[in-house]
């Protein structure tokens, strides 16, 4: 069965702070991680990552893709509280229109 | 602009009472799926439709019906809702279907008592 875990499940941090968050998978005929941004409202787009070891970057988001260790982190720098939100990651399979999406890590940034 | 778009965004409604959740997008797009979110499971797919005419079933998708008629319309149908049911529905498209970037609508909270 296909998974995909997410850690922490929460985080809670100060403005400025730098973050990580964890993303394991364990999929058959892996293609694709795909990191998600929801704040209270629809999951919006912010990584997609196929190649081990290149980072993908947009402003003080980052990512990079461990297709050895079957794992992804997604860096947030000099957090702002516009941040705060749950972080996605899902993983999607060749042969398979059904992603696995892992339950999310809640960030919540206090000015 | 480039969007997905759903309706209604919020339903209260009775056990055993049909309802359809419409679900248009813009984009052309040949993929398209529904998911609904609950607190600790995450997003989970109902159903998922690569073309016109072609659905299948993702991973929950007892009680709830599609149609895929229209390219860019995906409506999602509960004949006989039950409070299990009670959710929030996201529906989604992408060009090449969830190994690529998906586009999701707003969602709609969906209450049944």
């Known amino acids: 069965e296909d998974k995909v875990v997410q850690s922490p499940l929460s985080l809670v941090v100060h403005e400025g702070d730098t973050v990580t968050l964890n993303c394991s998978y364990e999929v058959t005929n892996f293609r694709s991680l795909l990191w998600y941004k929801q704040e209270k409202k629809a999951p919006t787009f912010l990584f997609m990552l196929t190649s081990s070891g290149i980072e993908k970057k947009s402003g003080r988001l980052s990512s990079i893709l461990d297709k050895k260790e079957l794992f992804s982190i997604l860096n947030i720098t000099a957090t702002q509280t516009g941040d705060s939100a749950v972080y996605l990651c899902?993983?999607?399979?060749?042969?398979?229109?059904?992603?696995?999406f892992g339950r999310g890590t809640s960030l919540i940034v206090h000015p | 602009e480039a969007q997905v778009t759903q309706n209604p965004r919020y339903l209260i409604t009775v056990t055993g009472k049909k309802l359809t959740v419409t679900c248009s997008q813009n984009m052309n797009h040949e993929y398209m799926s529904w998911y609904r979110q609950d607190p600790g499971l995450g997003l989970r797919q109902i159903y998922y439709?690569?073309?016109?005419?072609?659905?299948d079933k993702g991973d929950v998708p007892e009680g709830y019906k599609v149609s895929r008629k229209e390219k860019r319309n995906f409506p999602l149908i509960l004949e006989s809702p039950s409070p299990n049911q009670t959710s929030l529905y996201f529906c989604a498209s992408s060009s090449g279907g969830p190994v690529y970037e998906q586009y999701f609508g707003p969602g709609t909270r969906l209450t049944v008592t």
């Open positions: 439709s690569m073309n016109v005419e072609v659905t």
């Open positions: 899902a993983a999607g399979s060749g042969g398979s229109y059904i992603p696995t």
